[in-house]
């Protein structure tokens, strides 16, 4: 059985999404055409489509970083405490940062981040985010670049997971219940 077959439907498709993040590379590029060093720093593993995407549309000179980080607390929800399991091999004092991450819901672990990022003196940090899930929000963020509004579905594809399965869908889609309800072992 294909990934595609676990997919009750598609929320936002190729085009879509080709579509959008050129609209938020053009945006990008015109807020630091005179930035002097932007390190782009995608949030790993969700982001790397979002952000290979992204940054190949960029114009502005840019160098790309990775973290991997990790909320804890209750299996089901974000305590919005982060773990850093991979952190940048470069420092971003003085520099301009800008987060690529795939998606945001309550807003904990984002905002956890941007803190631990901005104690690093950058001259700015911006967020890009792929989807956000604006009813779920649990704090105030200030995301600049947002790609879609996302409804409070469980989605997967174009990187985003469920279970380190579906990245490799060249869509959004949203994924059947009975997938992560009742998961065959």
């Known amino acids: 059985m ?46 790397f489509m979002f952000l290979a995407d992204l940054v190949r549309e960029l114009t502005v000179p840019n160098n790309v970083e990775f973290m991997a980080i990790s909320s804890y607390g209750a299996a089901t929800q974000s305590s919005g405490q982060v773990r850093i399991i991979l952190d940048l091999r470069t420092a971003i004092e003085g520099k301009d940062v800008l987060v690529v991450e795939d998606i945001v819901d309550t807003g904990l672990t984002m905002d956890s981040l941007l803190n631990m990022l901005k104690s690093r003196n950058p001259r700015s940090v911006q967020v890009a985010v792929l989807l956000k899930k604006s009813e779920a929000m649990k704090v105030e963020l200030p995301i600049k670049y947002v790609g879609f509004d996302c409804p409070l579905i469980f989605v997967v594809g174009y990187g985003l997971d469920y279970a380190e399965k579906y990245r490799e869908l060249p869509f959004i889609g949203e994924l059947k219940e009975e997938v992560y309800k009742h998961p065959a072992h």
Do not use: P
Not at 20 to 45: F, H, T
């Open 2 to 47: 294909s990934h595609r077959d676990h997919i009750k439907k598609v929320i936002f498709d190729e085009e879509a999404l080709r579509t959008r993040v050129k609209e938020l590379a053009a945006q990008i590029n015109s807020d630091y055409k005179d930035s002097k060093e932007l390190v782009v720093i995608g949030i790993l593993k969700g982001a």
